[in-house]
């Protein structure tokens, strides 16, 4: 009892079959992407609590405020911010900023260390200078300003020295 396939019957065979290798690869793709989502070691990011980020913070030492535009105007230093930073031990790290990015640095045995930085948008880290040594710091660099950043530590605290300079047209 050797049948053949009507033409009808081939028909629904390649659709069924077409929608079972659809079906799978579909279930392939959740799974994939389920996995990626939990995390591949099975450890998962979660948010921390506004108490968790003010124990974190608290603990990383004091932020320096980034200068406004009218402080940083011509090629003015900056000094060290006072205005809400609590004095930080010695060998803390210190987060400063500037309108050209961000710098974490720390004073050891008197010297000063960079132990991070981030550009800003629109500006890039040059001529870095990352100590330990008397005096640490880096460029943050746009088409339009330059900022640098320098760190001491004669007060065993990292202490910034911040100068602008404007290129070209205003």
Do not use: Y
């Amino acid at each position: 009892m050797n049948r053949k396939l009507t033409s009808s019957s081939r028909s629904l065979l390649t659709i069924a079959g077409w929608l079972a290798a659809t079906a799978a690869a579909t279930m392939i793709g959740v799974l994939a992407v389920s996995a990626i989502g939990s995390g591949i070691a099975g450890t998962t990011a979660r948010p921390l609590s506004a108490g968790e980020v003010s124990r974190a913070l608290s603990t990383a030492g004091a932020v320096v405020p980034s200068p406004t535009a009218d402080s940083t105007a011509g090629s003015a230093t900056a000094g060290p911010s006072t205005t809400g930073s609590p004095a930080v031990p010695a060998g803390t790290s210190r987060v400063l900023g500037s309108k050209g990015g961000t710098v974490v640095a720390r004073c050891v045995a008197g010297k000063a260390e960079l132990l991070s930085w981030s550009p800003a948008q629109g500006f890039e880290a040059d001529d870095i200078r990352r100590g330990p040594a008397l005096s640490a710091g880096l460029e943050f660099e746009s088409d339009r300003i330059e900022i640098k950043i320098s760190v001491d530590c004669r007060t065993a605290v990292p202490t910034p020295h911040i100068e602008t300079e404007r290129r070209g047209r205003h």
